[in-house]
């Protein structure tokens, strides 16, 4: 089985060809606000360079997000056009799992970060299990918290609300320490540095860089459960409302009263991130 994995939820894009058990070619760049020019001509090019086509591949994978607005929409509306058109299932997969599922042999609680603007940063928390089978290691994911949007500040009082229950040690008062990973700015990384000593450590920027291969792992996971989408209904994982508001010029034409108060009103695109 051929699977295609998208991801270009931020800047940082990649694209990975696989099958159940080798990876056959990776991309992974600095797409900067280029998402809708450079995505299909990567996927081409790597689906050439494995020597494939494009009616060979059996199922697309991609990154919900949350993440840049214009990035999520690019990689899930190009992932359910593929779908749809080749008539292979799809399956959807939020960028902060990507992101943890990266650490998976940290043995304490994971919290995937991704910069959301306006000073807050999108997070979700993680544990792994760890089984054994016949002498294989697989790590189980278990999600931990919501999906959330808070500033680094209110993110520490969240963490330090919850981490005892996530990792307290049975009978001691010793807490495992919450790996911070993802792409965070240097001034959130002090203030949750700062406000949570000795109970928080950093995977850099680096080395947090997001794999499409890991995106296709957690998808080929899905695909074995028969936990694919819809390509009609799939949406992207915003978290937060996206900044689109009414246009005051159009409203005369659809009967409304110009309203000043804009930023109140809701476009059916914000009303679909609302969803999530």
Not at 124 to 140: K, M, P, Q, R, S
Request: glycine share 6%; aromatic share 6%; proline share 4%.
């Amino acid at each position: 089985m051929l699977l295609l994995a998208l991801d270009t939820t931020t800047r940082q894009a990649g694209v990975a060809l696989c099958d159940e058990q080798t990876l056959l070619g990776e991309y992974t760049w600095q797409i900067g606000s280029n998402h809708s020019v450079e995505l299909l001509e990567r996927i081409q090019r790597l689906v050439v360079e494995c020597g494939s086509s494009m009616q060979a591949i059996d199922c697309v994978a991609v990154a919900i997000g949350p993440g840049s607005f214009n990035g999520v929409r690019v990689a899930v509306a190009t992932a359910k056009a593929l779908a749809f058109a080749l008539q292979k299932p799809l399956v959807g997969v939020s960028t902060l799992e990507i992101i943890a599922a990266q650490q998976q042999q940290w043995q304490g609680p994971v919290c995937s970060i991704l910069e959301a603007g306006r000073s807050d940063l999108y997070a979700a928390c993680y544990l792994f299990d760890e089984v054994e089978n016949n002498g294989d290691i697989t790590y189980h994911m278990r999600q931990l918290s919501d999906y959330l949007i808070l500033s680094p500040q209110h993110l520490v009082s969240y963490l330090n609300e919850h981490l005892d229950q996530w990792a307290g040690v049975p009978g001691e008062r010793q807490l495992s320490p919450i790996l911070f990973c993802g792409e965070l700015s240097e001034a959130a990384r002090q203030v949750l540095y700062e406000q949570m000593p000795g109970k928080s450590l950093f995977i850099d920027n680096l080395q947090a860089t997001r794999h499409a291969s890991s995106l296709a792992f957690l998808a080929l996971q899905r695909l074995n459960k028969g936990r694919i989408e819809d390509p009609m209904l799939l949406e992207p994982l915003y978290v937060r409302r996206p900044s689109i508001t009414t246009s005051t010029r159009k409203q005369p034409l659809l009967g409304q009263k110009p309203n000043r108060s804009s930023d109140l009103s809701q476009t059916e695109r914000e009303e679909g991130a609302l969803r999530h």
